[in-house]
Every structure is written in C-alpha cells, then in structure tokens.
C-alpha cells in the first residue's frame, strides 16, 4: 500500500535554522578544523576494527576452551555494535571522509559483519532522519508488531508487556538484519518514498557477496575447523548477535523515544506544521553527554540532536557542536531535550513503553522539561 510524501512547511520559523548552520560552520572555520574524521577518530576505527576481527581471528584459531571463545563471540558483539555506531554509521552518512572512497570501503564494514549499507542509507539516512518519529513513515518505529514505539499506532493488548519484552527485541536487531530485514527491502514497495525502486545491479551482487562472505566466515568456517558441536556454535553466534543487538537497539531508541520527544501528525494536506530542523529538534533527545567514554564508543550517537541537524558532520565533533546548537536553541524558545546520565534516558524510555503499552494512556503531547 502506497503511503503519501509528507512534507515540511519550511516557509516559517527559518532563522533557526539559518542561524545554527551558520554558527556551526563559523566554529570549524574559526578554528581551522575539517569536519570530518581527525586523528583520534582514525584511531578509534583502527581500535574497535580490531576487536572485532582480532576476537575472531583468536576464535577461529582453536586454541582457547569454550568459556574463552564465548568471551570472544560477547567481544566481537562488543566490537560488531562500536563499529555500526562510530565507523560504518559515519562512513554510511559520508561524514567520515572528504573523501568518497573512503566512505565507501569503511561503510563495507556494516556489510562485512552481516547487514547492508545500502538499504541502511535507504531506511535510516533518507526515511529515518527525514520523517523522524513520523508514524507510518519513519521504520525506526517499526520493530517489531509487540512492540508500541509511537502514540499513533494501533493498540494491541499485547503491548501491555512491551515495557518487558522490548529489551528482549531489541537484543534480536542485528539477527534481523542478517537473515531477514536485508532481503525484505530489497523487495518491498513501496521503501519510503520511492514507488517500485529498481536497486542497481552492483547493489544486489553486493549483497548476495557480502552476505555468503558473512555466513561463510561466521557459520561454515567455525563448524567446519573448531572442535566444537553445533549447538556449541549456535551458542556463540547468538551471543555475539544478542551483545550488539542488545546495545544498539537501546542506544538508538533513547534518541528518539521517551518523554521529552514529540510524534508529531500531518496535517490534512500531508504537511508537518514545522520547519524540519524544528522538527528534528523536538523529535529528538540527548543524553549523558558528560559521559565521555559512553560518547566515545557509541560514536556520539548520544548526541542525536546535533547529528540529526549535522548528519555530514563526523560524530567526533559533536561534544564541540552540542555547545553551539544548545545555545542557538534556547535564543530562540525552542525544546534542546536531553537527560543528564544514560540511566534517566534508560528510565525514561521504560516509561514510555509503560504509557504506550497502557490502554487508558492519552497522547497529550511530550513532556516538558
């Protein structure tokens, strides 16, 4: 079923905009820095690339027991979410390097340990930060049929225990993507705002390699050269998706649901009655910013807002840019939501599963802060 474009009324309230775009790239001029990766970045990459593949080079050398070789599966889970938040989301968005090449082969890294980059930049770069916590539209909504992430959606009684079982689906997210969201988009229609999209022949033999090279490394070799069962396999395979499942699932829904966030509706003529960076303002939440190495491994990502508005910015800047949009929002009246630590983010989301799940919660708005 075809959903209709919703559009943004960007004829008002422009000077916000104007005015933040403007200050955030005085800052990187003033200070001679490129907006994109530096050393420390580089660094990072080079770190969290090998967790993951160094774990595994130890796993499927054979010479460790069970208990250490589960470790190892938890450990590349580890590395498998650090390097979807700060190396293949940044090279998927273009904000790693000036440099499109560059971009292109980190972003191969989200195709290596299993998803596809392409239908990533479809569903999350376009239709995620264009319609943020727009129901229907934005399918960062969509986890799961249990599972409520919009006051807009239609209530099922199940929802009820969602506040319970959305940690547990979340933990699957990454599984999802290896063995059934991938394939899924590459055949539905409409995605987003594209009717009947034709996905370019390099992209199909880029998944069908990619995903082979994956099950081959993951699947075929471990049973093949390890003295273990199937079951001991199975084991850590689900251990290492259940890790990275599991952090990025929650670290991407603070950002967007809880209290202080709006869901916002179209009006009768498909418009939202905002400019989008207002609207990407009051759709989106911040947290822990204080909480360096928190910042530091999920890639900034608990600095949603200044990447929403700064998407091809890299996220190693966003500490510096908080400063200057938080500021720039309160001169103008409008919402910087945020919570103080990871912990009042985490609560708060609970308790919006809780009032979502709840059938006698009435949608009056976000809360104010």
């Given at each position: 079923?075809?959903?209709?474009?919703?559009?943004?009324?960007?004829?008002?309230?422009?000077?916000?905009?104007?005015?933040?775009?403007?200050?955030?790239?005085?800052?990187?001029?003033?200070?001679?820095?490129?907006?994109?990766?530096?050393?420390?970045?580089?660094?990072?990459?080079?770190?969290?690339?090998?967790?993951?593949?160094?774990?595994?080079?130890?796993?499927?050398?054979?010479?460790?027991?069970?208990g250490i070789m589960w470790l190892l599966c938890v450990a590349m889970g580890v590395g498998m979410a650090g390097i979807g938040?700060?190396?293949?989301?940044?090279?998927?968005?273009?904000?790693?390097?000036?440099?499109?090449?560059?971009?292109?082969?980190?972003?191969?890294?989200?195709?290596?340990?299993?998803?596809?980059?392409?239908?990533?930049?479809?569903?999350?770069?376009?239709?995620?930060?264009?319609?943020?916590?727009?129901?229907?539209?934005?399918?960062?909504?969509?986890?799961?049929a249990f599972i409520r992430l919009s006051p807009h959606s239609e209530y099922k009684a199940v929802h009820r225990l969602q506040?319970?079982?959305?940690?547990?689906?979340?933990?699957?997210?990454?599984?999802?993507?290896?063995?059934?969201?991938?394939?899924?988009?590459?055949?539905?229609?409409?995605?987003?705002?594209?009717?009947?999209?034709?996905?370019?022949?390099?992209?199909?033999?880029?998944?069908?390699?990619?995903?082979?090279?994956?099950?081959?490394?993951?699947?075929?070799?471990?049973?093949?050269?390890?003295?273990?069962?199937?079951?001991?396999?199975?084991?850590?395979?689900?251990?290492?998706?259940?890790?990275?499942?599991?952090?990025?699932?929650?670290?991407?829904?603070?950002?967007?649901?809880?209290?202080?966030?709006?869901?916002?509706?179209?009006?009768?003529?498909?418009?939202?009655?905002?400019?989008?960076?207002?609207?990407?303002?009051?759709?989106?939440?911040?947290?822990?910013?204080?909480?360096k190495p928190l910042s530091w491994f999920i890639g900034g990502l608990n600095y949603q807002i200044e990447h929403h508005l700064?998407?091809?910015?890299?996220?190693?800047?966003?500490?510096?840019?908080?400063?200057?949009?938080?500021?720039?929002?309160?001169?103008?009246?409008?919402?910087?939501?945020?919570?103080?630590?990871?912990?009042?983010?985490?609560?708060?989301?609970?308790?919006?599963?809780?009032?979502?799940?709840?059938?006698?919660?009435?949608?009056?708005?976000?809360?104010?802060?």
């Amino acid at each position: 079923m075809s959903v209709e474009k919703v559009t943004f009324n960007n004829k008002i309230d422009k000077e916000f905009s104007k005015t933040v775009k403007t200050r955030v790239k005085e800052y990187f001029k003033e200070n001679n820095l490129s907006e994109h990766a530096n050393a420390s970045m580089v660094f990072k990459t080079i770190i969290l690339l090998t967790l993951y593949f160094g774990a595994y080079a130890l796993l499927i050398s054979g010479q460790f027991s069970l208990g250490i070789m589960w470790l190892l599966c938890v450990a590349m889970g580890v590395g498998m979410a650090g390097i979807g938040f700060s190396v293949a989301h940044d090279a998927l968005h273009g904000s790693y390097s000036s440099n499109n090449k560059v971009n292109y082969v980190l972003g191969l890294t989200f195709d290596l340990m299993g998803a596809n980059g392409y239908i990533w930049k479809i569903t999350h770069n376009i239709i995620h930060h264009t319609y943020t916590n727009i129901h229907g539209h934005d399918e960062d909504l969509e986890v799961a049929a249990f599972i409520r992430l919009s006051p807009h959606s239609e209530y099922k009684a199940v929802h009820r225990l969602q506040h319970i079982l959305a940690f547990f689906a979340y933990s699957f997210a990454t599984f999802f993507w290896v063995f059934v969201k991938d394939y899924w988009y590459f055949f539905k229609s409409p995605l987003g705002p594209y009717e009947n999209k034709n996905h370019p022949l390099k992209e199909w033999v880029t998944l069908i390699v990619t995903k082979v090279l994956y099950y081959g490394y993951t699947i075929v070799l471990p049973i093949i050269l390890l003295d273990i069962t199937w079951y001991h396999w199975l084991i850590g395979f689900m251990s290492l998706h259940l890790t990275a499942g599991f952090i990025l699932g929650v670290i991407f829904q603070l950002a967007h649901v809880v209290e202080e966030t709006m869901h916002p509706e179209p009006n009768e003529d498909n418009v939202i009655e905002n400019h989008w960076a207002i609207h990407e303002m009051i759709t989106t939440n911040n947290f822990a910013r204080a909480n360096k190495p928190l910042s530091w491994f999920i890639g900034g990502l608990n600095y949603q807002i200044e990447h929403h508005l700064f998407p091809k910015v890299c996220s190693i800047h966003y500490p510096e840019i908080s400063l200057i949009v938080e500021k720039t929002a309160k001169e103008f009246g409008i919402p910087y939501n945020h919570h103080e630590t990871f912990r009042e983010a985490v609560a708060s989301h609970y308790r919006t599963l809780k009032n979502f799940g709840d059938p006698n919660f009435t949608w009056e708005g976000a809360k104010q802060a």
